[in-house]
């Protein structure tokens, strides 16, 4: 992780809240999400889904594209995805990502993705550099759970 990205990822942290900061405006970053899609399908030539649903985590919205066969044949869904582009809670930070083994995010514009987060606001977080372990202010964060917490979990998961 490089030196601006540790710096913003520090300031952006809190040691007493693990969902939101206080002031989070939900419905003013959504709207801004919601205002950036059309840019984001437009570089990417295909729709994107929206999960504006999101709760009990430390992001708050989630761009995305089903990786084929997502959808079995009973209609159930299986959020795996090519691409998504993840909204944090904090700091209008955003990353880039995928959950699928059979998807490379670097096949994808993520240069000019990245760009457009950043015309709407957005701090754009590679999502290589959240593997990193957390070593933040919220000290109970992994405490006790049997896992290793990442700067990903912090800021860019379900809690």
Same mark, same amino acid.
């Given at each position: 992780?490089?030196?601006?990205?540790?710096?913003l990822?520090?300031?952006?942290d809190?040691?007493?809240?693990? *969902?939101?900061?206080?002031?989070?405006?939900?419905?003013?970053?959504?709207?801004?999400?919601?205002?950036?899609?059309?840019h984001a *399908?437009?570089?990417?030539?295909?729709?994107?889904?929206?999960?504006?649903?999101?709760?009990?985590?430390?992001?708050?919205?989630?761009?995305?594209?089903?990786?084929?066969?997502a959808i079995?044949?009973?209609?159930?869904?299986?959020?795996?995805f090519?691409?998504?582009?993840?909204?944090?809670?904090?700091?209008k930070?955003?990353?880039?990502?995928?959950?699928?083994?059979?998807?490379?995010?670097?096949?994808?514009?993520?240069?000019?993705?990245?760009?457009?987060?950043?015309?709407?606001?957005?701090?754009?977080?590679?999502?290589?550099?959240?593997?990193?372990?957390?070593?933040?202010?919220?000290?109970?964060?992994?405490?006790?759970?049997?896992?290793?917490?990442?700067w990903w979990?912090?800021?860019?998961?379900?809690?």
């Amino acid at each position: 992780m490089d030196t601006h990205t540790r710096q913003l990822m520090l300031q952006n942290d809190t040691a007493a809240h693990v *969902e939101c900061p206080p002031g989070f405006d939900w419905q003013v970053s959504m709207a801004v999400v919601k205002a950036l899609k059309p840019h984001a *399908e437009r570089i990417l030539g295909q729709p994107l889904k929206l999960d504006d649903q999101v709760q009990d985590a430390s992001f708050f919205a989630e761009l995305f594209v089903l990786e084929d066969g997502a959808i079995n044949p009973y209609g159930s869904t299986a959020l795996v995805f090519k691409i998504a582009i993840r909204f944090s809670a904090f700091g209008k930070m955003a990353t880039i990502h995928t959950n699928s083994t059979a998807s490379d995010v670097q096949k994808y514009p993520v240069a000019q993705l990245a760009k457009l987060l950043e015309q709407h606001g957005f701090e754009y977080i590679p999502a290589e550099f959240l593997n990193e372990p957390y070593d933040g202010k919220l000290k109970a964060l992994g405490q006790g759970l049997g896992m290793d917490c990442t700067w990903w979990c912090r800021f860019f998961d379900y809690m």
